[in-house]
């Protein structure tokens, strides 16, 4: 693990992901570009003192050289520290498992797509919301018709923590993800927006082609947008919104997501993720539960327990992990992977989630002009 | 009564809502521009024969001339014949509520404004959500910084009846809403967007400034938009999104309006009108309920029954045609009318309606581009 | 009316109700044993001096005389007050329209029968809740085997305005409702739990044969219980629970039913009247919504306006004096009244009702043991 | 561990919930009685052939024996199953982990009560839904009076999995949880009935001193009963109600606690398990959400990620799992344990359950008579 040091958020989550389905141990890391911080890191995670690195760089190199070297490298840092590291470990053969978004500039985005396809090691990026049961029924489902021709999209991601000037407290969350210089040029965009971007994709497997984007930074002295309203537009005529603000009180964690077709509609709200709602035009809705009647194996590939039991953020971001280790192992072993273990967003997804960042950045600028994502 | 013949839908609610509080009588209309319709629905409706005309001019001409003539007019035509019955109501002194959007083009709206403002007479504008109590309440508490300075404003109408081309089956109500010599120059825009815009005015208080639309006819060989994409710019920086819907399988009438400020967030939707959710930042969301703890005395005002009895669409258009009574009422006797009964939408709502519409339309066909609101 | 003064609730949601549809005219009255009140309530209701009665005697016996005298008298007084107007009304051949519980005793109850019998005239009692175009949709798919054979029925129906001693303060309708000579030997049994269990019977056509019941009066110093649990066992083998309280605090009209057979369960819930929920066992549960795809046309005989468009309390109330309102006409007519207008309850369900609360009090007085129900 | 073998359930949701938090490993099992799905469950799960044992009896023997033997065990057969190994490994000095409800039989569960007083090693029964952060938060705000004096408590376990005869078809699960020889007395009474007669306890720190139950097995054939209503009264004159099945189509996992006392509500559902909805009388319900505004150091001690981001079944069963080490580490440390460690049920809500059903199927023998809990 890279990054995910004491105080950290993200790097816990992807501890307990990966320990779940225990196909994971952690056994080396560079937690923290504080050499304090990083060996009192590794002490509180039991990883042997000669292999809590004091950077990133120097794991690489050392891990690449053991016999008994990490097979896949998580990288949890902020996302200007995406990029460098992921190189280095892909160059060293490692597979890598990179929190989103990819990172954060155009040109760091490029010097590692390059990198994943020079590589043999494996690349995954962690939209983690793609692993819940109910999100990958919705694709399918989708994809085979249930709702005719997607006509409408509309994703939203409202959250409230940033309502006040948090990053003026001293709060480490909130300090990085409000520095243009950690962060990239995008705010609750980059953070929560290429989620429900992704989000949009991954389901209806349509392509935004271009957006209108309006983005405010409402917090006084805030330097990067907390808000951000956009209408969307998508091959084949399907048009969209998306909404994603962090100034929105009594939000948690609201990302939810609506397709309406010629013939029924979907609806899926992450804090309710075990309930997808399929409205058949011309019948009485339907309440479809994880587990439940109406299951399709999707679905059933990306549940633990029976429905009724909830699962949640953990278990979705868990099953990346799992499906990542199965990947991992059908590299080794010189075999195609379990096609069910293959949605796990990679590259492509990311570099994606770069141009829409940016193109939300430079249609905002050019007050909500539209833009085009290649 | 005007329009609301045998078939219609609105006319029905109409003479349901002033019935409720007993505060009006129904005794002359002119039903139909079709003779035996008009006196079929008359019968229907225990009007008498001398009282059931042929056409508006002459019932507007009859009962100005009639000691016990009507006091107030409701006309329920389609949008194209709004303003010139009510142009000659008022001409003849005699009250107007008005079905809602205020007519098919903005020329009629201007006509129909200076001639509002010539008459003595009053005039209301059904935009009947503005009738629930909680939709009033919702208003009073953000005036009185419930919520802080808003900041965002998401507002939403989706419904699903014209997924399929209704029009073409020959339904009434399909037929002339999709209809442009009939509804004027919006489609879901005109029917249901202007209720939405009008509830985030009316809520907030705020004035949206501009706006940039994508208008959509999904429906092949439809002829007005059936779904609509917005961005919203209101006074003083607050900023916001409107989608409005009649394709989107599933929802029914599913007008939503969420509002975020500077201390807190408002969320009311119309299909569980009883509940406004009050989220002050920092604190556990409040569910305020209708005639229970926290309510305000503009909801008392509205409220019939008690807390946990519902109430829904009837009760709130019944309490703009009790808020009207009071005007006309006060109109009569020379003296000022109760304020809590002077919130009913008039003619000012009625145009930004119009202007609304003419700006949405303007949008799209200029790709999106922003177009100011008077 | 009968009741209904100044100060009362129920007498204001029968006059709603009967004028919705405009089946009724108030033109007579004893609104208050106190002559001042009732003078002053027949002002305000614009009911002629000569028709606003200090008694309901001289009201019974004039307007049987006048040949214009009322058809249908509404008796909304506290219970103890049902019985003897109501054999007075019918008696003079006036039809009764009779709020519920039927009375305060079991022996008023039983002249009452003996009334009704007897009497050319007919007889409702307002158990308003079998008005919601749902619940006689539930109904009709019980009858028709949708769930299968009913094995458990759960009913409750908790409140919480007398969660303090409300009584004390001088409310009126605390102050009957708590009061055995006013209200009889049933608190909360008598006033909502009649409710509840007309409801379960109703909907599943089956009927409690025996109950073993434990109230209690939580608060100190209550003469009636306040709180009641109940088992319940029906003709044939299925099985319930009823609960009904007023001292469940955060519950304002929590009337909810659910049924489950041996195919399937459905669930309603009085504050959310527009929704169904029908869960077909080994399927995805399905939501059911008034005037939706699904609806029987038992539920759109009780339907005013489209879904979507929520109807409430009020509007379920009006179908009872509605389907009456036809039975009258019928009668007065000499002809069979519409099927779809007769499942008004009437002095049948308001017998099971006085046997329920006489059943429940003697149960609970035996330490919960069971009692029959006739 | 003991049983957890291949085809079983609970115990790959034992091994999850000791994995989340990193305090175990699995490294010794007796996973099966039949030798060779011992065998491969061994495989499967990466634990050494010679800690792969035949049965639990030589597993407790042996572990004891080994220098670096087990320190806790987790028993996860069938309820017959519980005593006797958990004797073993108690008088061994192995710490236990039991499924619930305690064993079969109250002799069994008497036996080991003595080996649990006896041995230093610790107990722990995994009455999972205490784990749940907002059910200890609501523990917490009983005890500290935010309701006020509970008056009335309704629980209720609703499951539909049995509806249809599903023993008959060899389901494994079905089949042993409704044989009298291998569940006991108690059919769903003692598989989910336990679970929330002790979620009433544990959340209101009140015990049940008697209930009166109808239990019924409405499938035809079932030997257990499917289906329980329950009269309850708890100490010092507070009422409830127990409900539980498992014919209820439409219901998972419905397990749901609602406690009224004299200052307010409280309302959870384990299906939601993120909110907890607090009712002060005379104030809107709150909202509680695990994580947000409101929560209490209790619920922060059982929480792993922000709020928003749902945590579930696991998450909670985790939570018993992690409490227990830390109460292992401090027993082996010499030192008290962390109080908030310490409402990991053990013992003593063991025995209770064993009297809860006993006195279950007692009342039901004697027609619903009340039976005490000692």
């Known amino acids: 693990m890279v990054g995910g040091g004491q105080g950290a958020f993200i790097g816990a989550v992807h501890r307990i992901a990966a320990r779940i389905d225990d ?8 937690f923290s570009s504080d050499p304090d911080r990083a060996r009192a890191s590794a002490r509180d995670l039991h990883v042997a003192p000669d292999r809590a690195y004091e950077s990133w760089l120097e794991m ?11 097979e896949v490298v998580a990288i949890v840092t902020p996302n200007h520290m995406h990029a460098e590291p992921a190189i ?21 985005a490029q010097a590692l797509e390059r990198a ?14 793609t692993g819940y049961p109910l999100v990958r029924q919705a694709r399918g489902m989708v994809a085979e018709g249930a709702i005719g021709a997607p006509r409408v999209i509309q994703v939203e991601y409202p959250q409230d923590w940033l309502t006040m000037p948090l990053e003026s407290s001293g709060q480490k969350q909130a300090a990085w993800r409000t520095d243009p210089a950690r962060s990239g040029a995008g705010g609750s965009v980059g953070d929560i927006g290429t989620h429900a971007f992704n989000l949009a994709e991954f389901v209806t497997g349509l392509r935004v082609e271009a957006l209108a984007a309006d983005l405010t930074a409402f917090v006084p002295g805030r330097r990067l947008d907390d808000n951000a309203h956009m209408l969307l537009r998508f091959a084949g005529g399907t048009r969209g919104m998306l909404w994603c603000s962090q100034v929105a009180p009594g939000n948690e964690n609201g990302l939810r ?17 075990d309930i997808l709602v399929h409205a058949p035009f011309g019948e009485a809705p339907r309440m479809l539960r994880r587990g439940g009647a109406g299951t399709t194996p999707a679905a059933t590939h990306a549940t633990r327990i029976p429905s009724g039991h909830p699962e949640g953020y953990l278990e979705a971001f868990a099953q990346l992990y799992r499906d990542f280790a199965e990947q991992v192992l059908a590299a080794q072993e ?17 570099m994606r989630g770069m141009r829409f960042i940016a193109a939300a950045v430079a249609s905002s600028q050019a007050d909500a002009a539209w833009m085009a994502l290649a």
Chains 1, 2, 3, 4 share one sequence.
Do not use: M
Request: with cysteine; hydrophobic share 40%; aromatic share 6%.
């Open 23 to 30: 196909r994971y141990e952690l056994v080396a890391g560079a």
């Open 334 to 350: 010189g075999r195609t992977a379990d096609p069910s273990c293959c949605l796990v967003p990679g590259i492509e997804e990311g």
């Open 116 to 129: 994943v396809t020079a590589s043999r090691a494996l690349f995954a990026l962690t939209h983690n919301y």
């Open 257 to 273: 997501l609506r397709v309406y077709g010629t013939r029924g509609g979907l609806e899926w709200a992450q804090e309710q993720p």
């Open 88 to 108: 280095a470990f892909l160059n060293a053969g490692i597979h890598v498992v990179c929190d989103k978004p990819l990172c954060h500039t155009l040109e760091a």
């Open 60 to 70: 690489a190199t050392r891990e690449a050289e053991r016999p008994d070297g990490v």
